[in-house]
């Protein structure tokens, strides 16, 4: 066991690729894997992996809630290992509690993690918006004024990385962006800066109080999806009905893009959120069980 070097990513790869090939995982798609492996790389040492006769065999990302271990490889002790590994990683970190996600349909899985002590706390959603379905356009209030992400403007990714974290405060998941993690994934072949909106005070254009962020996936069932994935507000700054004209903007953008469904993810516990989906016709679809054990 130790922490993720640099070398170590294409070995990571092909867990996640074997994993997903035997595990069917529901929601986790084969582009899904470059897209993790771009936010891994940027903090290396926020991963622990698994080395078996010099190859990785296995991988634990407390901050993606992800522990996987080669189909081939199981049974040999790595997944012990790696939450042990990946506690003290959580402890070092000053975390209460290591959280993975634990798949429904595999019950080796969950005896696993009830072997270990972990205990099911919550779990996140993907709902899905059908195509077609009608949702109103974008209309945000008079005392803001939005815009497109600037790559030219919006070079300050330790400010960008505190705004993000403001306007999480409260989530029922904490949210532990960095600097070096928003600069890997704006810096990545596919990153558009179309795919953000900010919002900002209309009587202090520079003061941002909210953004959006969606992406466009290719599914090889669905066909051209579309994803809201994040909507964040500072806390002054909700019950203004800036995240519904977030959401509606993400929509309706995504579906002039060409996307047919419409997919986003949301904390069960968050009532707000998952009313406000379910308002504008959003549909449960996928579970994540999110299972925690105590770092102390």
Do not use: K
Request: aromatic share 8%.
């Amino acid at each position: 066991m130790r922490t993720l070097h640099p070398e170590d990513i294409d070995g990571v790869r092909g867990v996640m690729a074997a994993s997903l090939a035997t595990d069917a995982i529901p929601g986790f798609l084969a582009s899904d894997i470059d897209r993790a492996l771009v936010r891994i790389a940027a903090d290396p040492a926020s991963t622990v992996v698994a080395i078996e006769d010099g190859q990785i065999v296995g991988y634990c990302t407390p901050r993606h809630d992800d522990l996987t271990v080669m189909p081939d490889a199981r049974r040999h002790g790595h997944g012990r290992r790696l939450v042990a590994a990946a506690l003290e990683l959580a402890r070092d970190r000053g975390l209460d509690e290591l959280q993975l996600y634990v798949p429904l349909h595999l019950p080796a899985s969950r005896a696993f993690a009830a072997a270990l002590g972990f205990r099911y706390r919550s779990s996140l959603w993907q709902f899905h918006l059908a195509a077609g379905h009608p949702v109103p356009g974008p209309a945000f209030p008079d005392d803001v004024v939005v815009r497109a992400f600037d790559p030219a403007r919006d070079v300050d990714f330790d400010a960008w990385a505190a705004f993000m974290l403001a306007a999480f405060d409260g989530h029922p998941t904490p949210m532990d962006w960095t600097p070096s993690v928003l600069r890997a994934v704006h810096a990545a072949p596919d990153f558009d800066p179309g795919s953000i909106l900010l919002v900002a005070d209309a009587a202090d254009p520079p003061r941002l109080v909210a953004f959006a962020r969606i992406e466009m996936l290719d599914d090889p069932e669905a066909g051209t999806v579309g994803e809201v994935g994040l909507i964040g507000v500072l806390p002054a700054w909700r019950r203004r009905g800036l995240g519904r004209e977030l959401l509606r903007w993400g929509i309706a953008t995504l579906r002039t893009a060409g996307a047919g469904r419409i997919e986003l993810n949301v904390e069960a516990e968050n009532d707000r959120a998952t009313a406000l989906y379910r308002a504008h016709g959003f549909q449960p679809a996928i579970e994540w069980p999110h299972w925690v054990l105590p770092t102390r």
